[in-house]
């Protein structure tokens, strides 16, 4: 299909080379890294996923919306108890 074309899958790889891609980036691991310790644990990362959430959905379902959390963790924190922020940045780029 079109998103997963071999143009557009060039196309996501590219913006991770972007400065203001990079700033925007480096602008939410700050605000989410509450206890600024330089990793995001994952309670951090929940509260950072809710707050995504509420944004794009519009409403956060405390059941659904907590289970997704869980397995975006899962899935980004690939069996560690913290993102560092090469991985906080590539599980951007999976959402793209």
Same mark, same amino acid.
Do not use: P
């Given at each position: 299909?079109?998103f997963?074309?071999?143009? #557009? ?14 700033s925007? =980036?480096? #602008?939410? $691991? =700050? ?14 990362? =929940? ?5 995504? &959430?509420?944004a ?11 289970e =997704?959390?869980?397995?975006? $963790? ?9 993102l560092?922020?090469?991985r906080?940045?590539?599980? $951007?780029? &999976?959402?793209?």
């Open positions: 299909d079109y997963n074309s071999d143009q #557009m899958l060039l196309l996501r790889e590219s913006i991770k080379f972007s400065a203001r891609i990079r925007l =980036l480096t #602008m939410v $691991w =700050l605000a989410a890294d509450e206890d600024h310790s330089g990793k995001l644990d994952k309670d951090e990362y =929940l509260t950072l996923n809710r707050k995504l &959430q509420l794009v959905i519009g409403h956060y379902d405390k059941n659904e919306g907590l =997704l959390a869980k397995k975006d $963790w899962e899935l980004d924190a690939q069996g560690r108890d913290h560092n922020f090469a906080f940045c590539q599980s $951007w780029f &999976q959402i793209v």
